[in-house]
């Protein structure tokens, strides 16, 4: 019996589960989502939506797990990913940034960050994260926006800005350079590809910003209605260095400053102390948490991290995956198994903490750590259409007993087979459908050889090539 008008669609999702990340969290069993150009427009039972739409397009199927597309709250998608692990693994946190980082940085042309960029992105979405928050150091805006476009991720970006001097030269900018830079993207950069990348007011942080420059990037941030993205506090550089200038750490002098509120996203935060956090609590900042270059550049988060404490102080923790010379992949599912699983060993605390909470921290928290709650991290009616389908047919998926364990736990981006984005697909049976792939990996290949080589630092590779 036909007891509702069918309206057309264009794109009925079906999964075996529907992780909708909702209020209530609910996961539809036998489940469909209704797309109609960019957004959610209906999520339910398969049964009843099919009822109710006509859809032009059908996705999916019953061996499918469909969640919200990831985000990934912290990386850079440019001198890393072109150069992905020739930075030797053993080196500490000062050398590994400004002796290997900044030196790879500085000698990449705008064709490479392009490139750069473009493997960024179809790594995140052939890993299911539909959306990032760049670090803020990109040199050649223009043509990594360029090439983001293409590709058809959603993003927030900005370029390399700090006014303090650590070499390498290339980067040296005034203080008054380093404003006009920040106005500069955010003037001619409010919105490409239907919105899906835009600038935002970033920092390079650390000790590398001076008082002018923080309050100047958070007066243009909130001039333009972006939020303020910067590092702070992996290692003990930075309150050293804060405590030796102004005589309190970070967070004390930031706060004076009306650098923290809820539009701050700050990467990090390793080495906080109470007081520190308190404030950040206070100021609702959000924490991006790079679990994986933690762990490879020796920050000590399970010795000293306190985000157990930031989250139960109510501080938004979302995750990121950052750069590719610390953390050699840009699979943000990856990265949620670690923070899931770093502290329950470090308190020795199954508490810390629940595979249910670290799928939070990948979607709805980087949802609000982007300032786009309202859009997306779930599936619901009203939201941007970015789904991802995790194939089930594949030994880690099974058996399928409990949803979340299995996300978190067992699976990771290399089970994701369907992306879509803005109800569009970019990622089809394991590919990026935007981009010619093959092309990818060569050009890659050969930047990463050429950059390496323009670089002059060493093959630090320990085993004999023959
Ligand atoms: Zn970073």
Redesign the pocket.
């Given at each position: 019996m036909q007891d509702v008008a069918q309206h057309e669609i264009d794109v009925l999702i079906d999964a075996w589960y529907v992780v909708t990340m909702n209020e209530t969290r609910d996961i539809i069993h036998r489940g469909s989502i209704a797309v109609d150009k960019d957004r959610i427009v209906d999520v339910g039972k398969t049964v009843d939506l099919e009822r109710r739409y006509v859809a032009r397009q059908r996705l999916g199927g019953d061996r499918f797990v469909a969640t919200p597309g990831l985000i990934n709250t912290?990386i850079?998608i440019t001198g890393e990913p072109i150069t992905r692990g020739y930075v030797p693994d053993d080196t500490p946190f000062e050398e590994n940034v400004f002796q290997w980082l900044c030196t790879l940085y500085s000698v990449a042309n705008a064709e490479e960050e392009k490139v750069s960029g473009q493997l960024a992105a179809v790594e995140m979405l052939r890993s299911g994260t539909t959306s990032f928050l760049e670090?803020g150091?990109i040199n050649f805006l223009d043509e990594v926006i360029e090439g983001l476009v293409d590709v058809g991720i959603r993003g927030r970006v900005g370029r390399w800005v700090w006014d303090l001097p650590p070499e390498p030269s290339v980067y040296r900018q005034s203080t008054d350079q380093a404003i006009a830079n920040l106005q500069h993207q955010l003037e001619n950069h409010k919105s490409h590809g239907d919105g899906r990348i835009a600038a935002w007011s970033i920092l390079v942080g650390h000790t590398t910003c001076s008082d002018p420059l923080w309050k100047a990037a958070k007066a243009l941030a909130d001039e333009h209605n972006v939020g303020l993205g910067f590092?702070m506090s992996p290692a003990t550089m930075d309150p050293d260095g804060f405590i030796a200038e102004f005589g309190q750490r970070p967070m004390h002098h930031l706060a004076e400053l009306g650098v923290l509120d809820s539009k701050a996203a700050l990467?990090?935060c390793v080495h906080v102390d109470e007081q520190e956090i308190a404030i950040m609590a206070k100021a609702k900042v959000n924490v991006a948490h790079?679990p994986t270059?933690a762990l490879k550049v020796a920050y000590g988060i399970t010795q000293v991290g306190k985000f157990p404490e930031m989250v139960q102080q109510g501080i938004n923790v979302s995750i990121?995956t950052?750069?590719n010379n610390?953390s050699n992949y840009s699979d943000l599912m990856r990265a949620t198994y670690l923070v899931a699983g770093l502290f329950k060993d470090a308190r020795t605390d199954p508490q810390m903490f629940p595979a249910e909470m670290a799928f939070e921290m990948a979607t709805i928290g980087g949802a609000r750590t982007l300032l786009m709650e309202d859009e997306l991290g779930s599936l619901e009616p009203g939201k941007k259409a970015d789904v991802v389908l995790h194939d089930t047919d594949r030994p880690e998926w099974r058996p399928l007993l409990n949803t979340m364990n299995q996300l978190v736990w067992s699976a990771d981006g290399r089970g994701v087979h369907t992306v879509v984005v803005d109800g569009k697909v970019v990622v089809e049976d394991y590919r990026c459908t935007t981009i010619d792939e093959d092309e990818l990996w060569a050009n890659a290949q050969t930047m990463g050889e050429a950059i390496a080589a323009r670089s002059g630092l060493p093959d630090k590779a320990k085993f004999p090539m023959l």
């Amino acid at each position: 019996m036909q007891d509702v008008a069918q309206h057309e669609i264009d794109v009925l999702i079906d999964a075996w589960y529907v992780v909708t990340m909702n209020e209530t969290r609910d996961i539809i069993h036998r489940g469909s989502i209704a797309v109609d150009k960019d957004r959610i427009v209906d999520v339910g039972k398969t049964v009843d939506l099919e009822r109710r739409y006509v859809a032009r397009q059908r996705l999916g199927g019953d061996r499918f797990v469909a969640t919200p597309g990831l985000i990934n709250t912290h990386i850079h998608i440019t001198g890393e990913p072109i150069t992905r692990g020739y930075v030797p693994d053993d080196t500490p946190f000062e050398e590994n940034v400004f002796q290997w980082l900044c030196t790879l940085y500085s000698v990449a042309n705008a064709e490479e960050e392009k490139v750069s960029g473009q493997l960024a992105a179809v790594e995140m979405l052939r890993s299911g994260t539909t959306s990032f928050l760049e670090a803020g150091t990109i040199n050649f805006l223009d043509e990594v926006i360029e090439g983001l476009v293409d590709v058809g991720i959603r993003g927030r970006v900005g370029r390399w800005v700090w006014d303090l001097p650590p070499e390498p030269s290339v980067y040296r900018q005034s203080t008054d350079q380093a404003i006009a830079n920040l106005q500069h993207q955010l003037e001619n950069h409010k919105s490409h590809g239907d919105g899906r990348i835009a600038a935002w007011s970033i920092l390079v942080g650390h000790t590398t910003c001076s008082d002018p420059l923080w309050k100047a990037a958070k007066a243009l941030a909130d001039e333009h209605n972006v939020g303020l993205g910067f590092h702070m506090s992996p290692a003990t550089m930075d309150p050293d260095g804060f405590i030796a200038e102004f005589g309190q750490r970070p967070m004390h002098h930031l706060a004076e400053l009306g650098v923290l509120d809820s539009k701050a996203a700050l990467t990090h935060c390793v080495h906080v102390d109470e007081q520190e956090i308190a404030i950040m609590a206070k100021a609702k900042v959000n924490v991006a948490h790079c679990p994986t270059t933690a762990l490879k550049v020796a920050y000590g988060i399970t010795q000293v991290g306190k985000f157990p404490e930031m989250v139960q102080q109510g501080i938004n923790v979302s995750i990121g995956t950052d750069g590719n010379n610390a953390s050699n992949y840009s699979d943000l599912m990856r990265a949620t198994y670690l923070v899931a699983g770093l502290f329950k060993d470090a308190r020795t605390d199954p508490q810390m903490f629940p595979a249910e909470m670290a799928f939070e921290m990948a979607t709805i928290g980087g949802a609000r750590t982007l300032l786009m709650e309202d859009e997306l991290g779930s599936l619901e009616p009203g939201k941007k259409a970015d789904v991802v389908l995790h194939d089930t047919d594949r030994p880690e998926w099974r058996p399928l007993l409990n949803t979340m364990n299995q996300l978190v736990w067992s699976a990771d981006g290399r089970g994701v087979h369907t992306v879509v984005v803005d109800g569009k697909v970019v990622v089809e049976d394991y590919r990026c459908t935007t981009i010619d792939e093959d092309e990818l990996w060569a050009n890659a290949q050969t930047m990463g050889e050429a950059i390496a080589a323009r670089s002059g630092l060493p093959d630090k590779a320990k085993f004999p090539m023959l």
